[in-house]
């Protein structure tokens, strides 16, 4: 089971861009997908962004060109830079990871989280 803590996060103006950091732990090398997913009040967990264990990426067409997910494997981290942020993107922010399994197309099916950090953007 993979263990998550992510780190970051806070509020910001609508226009602005906030970083998230994420240590990750105890998941295959050899086959994943790690990312992010965040939920809103009143509002399902979706998909935001991930990287595969081959190295492709996956965004949710919402943050596309907005957001950019990177992976330190050195340090085993995965970090989620938005820009252009805007007050749909507020919500709690989840570190996230299907081991054993790949995010394409969409579908981030994540079975691991970490503990969440709150993301606020006001406009």
């Known amino acids: 089971q993979a263990r998550l803590v992510e780190s970051g996060g806070g509020s910001v103006q609508a226009g602005g861009s906030l970083r998230l950091s994420c240590k990750v732990s105890?998941?295959?090398?050899?086959?994943?997908?790690l990312g992010w997913s965040r939920q809103a009040p009143g509002k399902e967990r979706e998909g935001v962004a991930a990287?595969?264990?081959?190295?492709?990426?996956d965004y949710a067409v919402s943050v596309k060109g907005r957001f950019t997910i990177s992976q330190d494997i050195t340090n085993n981290t995965i970090d989620l830079q938005m820009n252009n942020l805007k007050p749909e993107d507020s919500a709690i922010y989840y570190c996230a990871a299907a081991v054993g399994n790949s995010c394409r197309r969409g579908r981030f099916p994540f079975g691991d989280w970490g503990q969440g950090t709150q993301v606020t953007v006001s406009g």
């Open positions: 105890g998941y295959s090398p050899s086959n994943y997908c």
């Open positions: 990287i595969n264990s081959d190295g492709t990426f």
